[in-house]
């Protein structure tokens, strides 16, 4: 798999949009939201791949298919305390 973020439409009352580069004053949050809508993508793509998958093999995917700087936001993203509930 070719790293690469999917993209995140979004749909108003009259149109469509693609969110594309955000403006700096939104940039952080919109950064967390594409990591969460990135590895959750990811995670249902693995477990729709391998019904057996292990949360050992998903983040070996998640190494393999991203640089080592998006995996290790997609390990800090993990740690946060407030995503175990």
């Not at 990591?35 to 998640?62: N, V």
Request: with cysteine; hydrophobic share 40%; net charge neutral.
């Amino acid at each position: 798999m070719v790293w690469a973020l999917r993209r995140i439409w979004l749909q108003t009352k009259h149109a469509w949009y693609i969110i594309g580069k955000p403006s700096p004053a939104y940039a952080q949050i919109f950064r967390e939201f594409e990591l969460a809508h990135e590895l959750t993508y990811m995670l249902l793509s693995s477990c729709l791949q391998d019904h057996q998958i292990t949360a050992s093999t998903f983040k070996k995917r998640i190494q393999a298919s991203y640089p080592p700087n998006m995996a290790q936001s997609f390990e800090d993203y993990l740690k946060d305390d407030d995503m175990v509930s």
